[in-house]
């Protein structure tokens, strides 16, 4: 009886009191779980509130910088200034133009613009146009600014006016990261003129690392006094000052790169036969404009070349006066190496380094074996360079020569060298770069020394290998009539 009643007590709960019940057991049951895992009830709570909390609508809703930009700038609506220029006019309002410089300084104080409604502009700058004034005005109402690099040069020049740093900021990374063969000397001039001197860096960097590997005719011909710039900080090639030279006096010629050299040539030549002139090119009013330029080659590596140096004599475009230094100075540092033990550098010395080492250069079209040296008397030091299994290695060359008096049999001798690895990409952008930085190296007779280790995964073909190197010792020059060189003469007798 009583498992029966218990039975009937059971069955005759209501509806509610069951459900009652059964929460009360899962509510128990939960209590029991809850010290091993996650109750399930709980988290459909939580999801319940994620759901809530997550926005479900779809529509993109029109933002509040596009709406000023449309409503206030292009539609001018609640205008309460009037600007002219270059025979336009922007309906724009002050509160917005304040963030200019130039116009914050115009609203403030006695000016009598402050209380104008209408203000006429004069645009003395010749590169900002229309287009770069609704460019830059437009830029006071919005929160980004896409600039087209062929339009850069206008709008920092717009900026620069209304003095808006933050678009000054904006075009200059836009011309770093558009320098190419068609925009660097046009960037650089504009850099120059507007005071960006880290772009202005970034295209003399272009130039230093492409104008001898990407050569082009166009751009030979807008070089203008770039070149003197990067001479000074690379020492180019006469052969490059002279194509530079020939492009700017005929700037009708349109050639293939690989002519320009030749053409160039051939009318030295020409203007030789033709003027029977014997007055060197460079002391001519034709020639005087590029003096600067040719000054600052290093003379004194192409005369270390014998076909060179008849080249060299032959153009006629340096004056004497600049030779015979070079050949005096190069006769001492000769008669110093044999006679007075010069056995190179041993100290460093960065800044003659850097005004006086020889400057050369080698392409690595693709991966392989290579060994090669640069030609020209270097003092007796034959260094041989090899590149193998991505190792490139220095060796003094003493023993395997045809003559005994080909080289310096000194036990040991020094160098100084910076030996540098590029690669680019078809636009002349530098894909990777290694460099050992300025180094002094002591090599014995026939000794090799590795340079560099190349990691294979770095490597992008061709390969430009770009050398420093330095064979004697820095030494300053001296006259005939200075007291060491009467004590060594009477030595001598």
């Known amino acids: 009886?009583?498992?029966?009643?218990?039975?009937?007590?059971?069955?005759?709960?209501?509806?509610?009191?069951?459900?009652?019940?059964?929460?009360?057991?899962?509510?128990?049951?939960?209590?029991?779980?809850?010290?091993?895992?996650?109750?399930?009830?709980?988290?459909?709570?939580?999801?319940?509130?994620?759901?809530?909390?997550?926005?479900?609508?779809?529509k993109k809703l029109k933002s509040t910088s596009r709406y000023i930009y449309q409503t206030l700038f292009l539609n001018g609506e609640n205008s309460d200034i009037r600007?002219?220029?270059?025979?336009?006019?922007?309906?724009?309002?002050?509160?917005?133009?304040?963030?200019?410089?130039?116009?914050?300084?115009?609203?403030?104080?006695?000016?009598?613009?402050?209380?104008?409604?209408?203000?006429?502009?004069?645009?003395?700058?010749?590169n900002i146009d229309t287009e770069a004034l609704q460019v830059v005005f437009g830029s006071l109402y919005r929160d980004d600014v896409l600039i087209k690099p062929s339009r850069v040069v206008s709008i920092l020049a717009a900026a620069c006016m209304l003095q808006l740093d933050g678009l000054i900021q904006q075009c200059g990374e836009t011309m770093k990261e558009n320098i190419s063969a068609k925009t660097v000397c046009g960037y650089y001039a504009c850099a120059s003129i507007y005071g960006l001197d880290l772009v202005t860096k970034k295209c003399l960097e272009w130039l230093l690392n492409n104008l001898m590997t990407h050569q082009n005719v166009d751009l030979m011909k807008?070089?203008?006094?770039?070149?003197?710039?990067?001479?000074?900080?690379?020492?180019?090639?006469?052969?490059?000052?002279?194509?530079?030279?020939?492009?700017?006096?005929?700037?009708?010629?349109?050639?293939?790169?690989k002519q320009l050299l030749a053409d160039a040539d051939a009318w030295l030549c020409?203007?030789?036969?033709?003027?029977?002139?014997?007055?060197?090119?460079l002391n001519t009013?034709?020639?005087?404009?590029?003096?600067?330029v040719f000054k600052y080659v290093r003379l004194q590596y192409i005369i270390n070349d014998l076909a060179s140096a008849r080249i060299l004599e032959r153009d006629n475009i340096l004056p004497p006066d600049w030779l015979t230094s070079v050949y005096k100075n190069q006769w001492f540092a000769m008669l110093r190496t044999e006679f007075d033990n010069d056995n190179g550098p041993q100290e460093a010395n960065k800044d003659e380094f850097e005004l006086s080492s020889m400057r050369c250069g080698r392409k690595l079209t693709k991966d392989g074996d290579y060994c090669w040296r640069w030609t020209g008397f270097n003092f007796g030091f034959d260094l041989l360079v090899t590149y193998t299994n991505r190792f490139i290695v220095f060796k003094r060359n003493t023993l395997s020569q045809p003559c005994g008096g080909a080289v310096s049999l000194q036990p040991r001798r020094h160098l100084a060298f910076r030996l540098r690895l590029a690669s680019f990409d078809s636009r002349g952008k530098l894909v990777c770069s290694r460099s050992t930085g300025f180094q002094l190296l002591t090599l014995e007779k026939d000794q090799e020394y590795v340079v560099m280790n190349l990691d294979s995964r770095l490597l992008t073909f061709p390969l430009y290998v770009c050398c420093n190197f330095q064979y004697t010792s820095p030494h300053p020059d001296h006259r005939p009539d200075s007291p060491e060189q009467d004590s060594a003469a009477r030595c001598a007798s």
Not at 36 to 56: F, H, I, K, Y
Not at 86 to 111: A, D, I, P, R, T
Not at 222 to 251: I, K, R
């Open 222 to 257: 807008e070089l203008g006094s770039v070149l003197a710039q990067l001479t000074v900080l690379s020492a180019l090639m006469s052969s490059l000052s002279l194509q530079w030279m020939f492009v700017q006096l005929n700037p009708s010629w349109d050639g293939p790169i």
């Open 83 to 126: 600007i002219c220029a270059l025979e336009q006019q922007w309906n724009l309002h002050k509160v917005y133009l304040c963030q200019s410089g130039y116009f914050s300084s115009m609203f403030s104080g006695s000016w009598k613009e402050s209380n104008m409604m209408e203000i006429n502009l004069e645009i003395p700058d010749q």
């Open 1 to 58: 009886m009583g498992s029966l009643s218990s039975r009937f007590q059971s069955s005759s709960q209501g509806p509610e009191e069951a459900a009652e019940g059964t929460s009360h057991k899962h509510r128990c049951e939960c209590k029991k779980r809850k010290r091993n895992a996650q109750c399930d009830c709980d988290s459909e709570q939580e999801e319940d509130d994620g759901r809530l909390d997550t926005p479900r609508s779809r």
């Open 270 to 281: 020409k203007r030789r036969t033709d003027l029977c002139d014997k007055e060197p090119f």
């Open 285 to 292: 009013d034709d020639g005087e404009p590029f003096r600067s």
